[in-house]
């Protein structure tokens, strides 16, 4: 169910050119980046309370360009493509890296990024290279451990263990664990872009 605040969103455009991205000074930027296998496009989703809005691929890798969504006609949500899919060539895979640095090094408006990652998963060193790059430029990065749900008790703690150590050695840093089918941490996640 959306939250009241939620009044409209929109596909607003795709851009395969970093430098030709909307770019308005009143109107923040709040973007997602993750592995292909990641949960990305099921966890925006779930987050606008749309089934269809982003498309959810049975092949990961499919997005491609910089996706931008128009939320209450005043945030653009920014869907980056997905990085590090090992099926992808390897042209293809640094044409992505290319697409997702440039754009992260490019954007003024940029307030948070969202850095997802399978919680099955052990979190890769490429994304955490993400944080001090955001702590400097004075985006909040937002560390999300998706599909939750599918964790046992003990993996679940060992989880918790990683996100808080993660926080430790970033301060500013913020983690949230969520499952886009059982809703965890999807409230947690429009209280941020609620701010705004």
């Not at 092949?59 to 931008?68: D, E, H, I, Y």
């Not at 044409?95 to 969202?114: A, M, P, Q, S, W």
């Not at 046992?152 to 969520?178: D, F």
């Amino acid at each position: 169910m959306n939250d009241s605040w939620i009044e409209t969103v929109e596909y607003h455009s795709s851009h395969h050119n970093f430098k030709k991205i909307p770019q308005n000074s009143t109107m923040p930027q709040i973007a997602f980046c993750g592995r292909s296998n990641s949960g990305k496009s099921s966890l925006i989703n779930a987050i606008l309370g749309k089934k269809e809005l982003v498309h959810v691929s049975s092949t990961p890798g499919k997005t491609r360009s910089l996706n931008f969504f128009l939320l209450n006609k005043k945030i653009f949500l920014v869907d980056l493509p997905g990085f590090g899919y090992a099926k992808a060539s390897h042209s293809v895979r640094d044409y992505l890296e290319e697409v997702v640095n440039g754009y992260l090094n490019h954007v003024d408006t940029l307030r948070i990024l969202f850095i997802l990652c399978d919680a099955k998963r052990p979190f890769p060193e490429e994304e955490k290279n993400l944080i001090p790059v955001c702590l400097k430029r004075n985006i909040l990065p937002v560390v999300v451990r998706t599909k939750i749900d599918k964790l046992n008790q003990k993996e679940k703690e060992k989880v918790k263990k990683e996100s808080l150590s993660l926080i430790k050695e970033h301060p500013g840093l913020a983690c949230i664990h969520t499952s886009s089918k059982n809703r965890d941490g999807i409230q947690d996640i429009r209280d941020l872009l609620k701010e705004f």
